[in-house]
């Protein structure tokens, strides 16, 4: 997936984004004691350094600029209920297994090329999972992964202002601006 087509989708997940706001501000709950291991500096790195493979540095911040990892780790203590915390740490920790089999090495000490191959393999995995899902059956990790980059990249402040068009609204204050009787009024688009 290119950049390009990164940002198309997530004009899709942002418009959800506000509209679910309430929704999603609503159903935050304190967590269980498995997602304070997310909040570990190992797995803080490792949550930046995949988010990174999903949105990579190029002439804007990438996801570890702007510290996706933590976003993720918080959003899933406070928003997740606690059987997607379960699927979300389990399917994180069997990633960690699998690389290991795989590779001999973890995940922090493969170069870009293996980090790339290894996620895009993930991604094929949640492919054919979301193919066969029965309707009630639970997410695949990877794909709480991915929702939480876009979501915690694009509203994080490099997201906005440097990968996004940024218009700082309501703009600056002119409190003298000349008005006529009979001028309608400014609105924003």
């Known amino acids: 997936m290119t950049r390009r087509e990164a940002l198309n989708r997530v004009t899709l997940l942002m418009g959800g984004t506000i509209i679910g706001t309430q929704f999603l501000v609503s159903g935050c709950r304190p967590?269980?004691?498995i997602v304070a291991?997310?909040?570990e500096k190992t797995n803080l790195a490792l949550l930046n350094e995949f988010a990174e493979v999903i949105i990579p540095k190029t002439d804007t911040p990438g996801a570890?600029?702007?510290?996706?990892?933590l976003f993720i780790a918080s959003a899933l203590r406070d928003c997740y209920t606690p059987?997607?915390?379960e699927i979300f740490i389990t399917g994180l920790t069997l990633f960690k297994k699998q690389v290991k089999q795989k590779h001999n090495i973890d995940f922090m000490a493969l170069n870009q090329q293996q980090r790339i191959?290894?996620?895009?393999?993930?991604d094929a995995e949640m492919q054919n999972y979301r193919s066969k899902r029965e309707p009630n059956?639970?997410?695949?990790?990877y794909q709480m992964m991915k929702e939480l980059t876009l979501l915690g990249y694009?509203?994080?402040e490099a997201g906005c202002t440097k990968a996004l068009r940024y218009l700082p609204v309501p703009g600056k204050?002119?409190?003298d601006y000349l008005y006529k009787k009979g001028d309608k009024a400014w609105a924003l688009s």
Not at 137 to 141: E, L, N
């Open 31 to 33: 967590a269980g004691a």
């Open 37 to 39: 291991q997310l909040f």
């Open 64 to 69: 570890k600029e702007a510290n996706v990892g």
């Open 83 to 85: 059987a997607n915390q």
């Open 117 to 122: 191959e290894v996620i895009t393999g993930v």
């Open 137 to 141: 059956a639970p997410y695949h990790y």
């Open 154 to 156: 694009f509203t994080s």
């Open 173 to 175: 204050f002119d409190g």
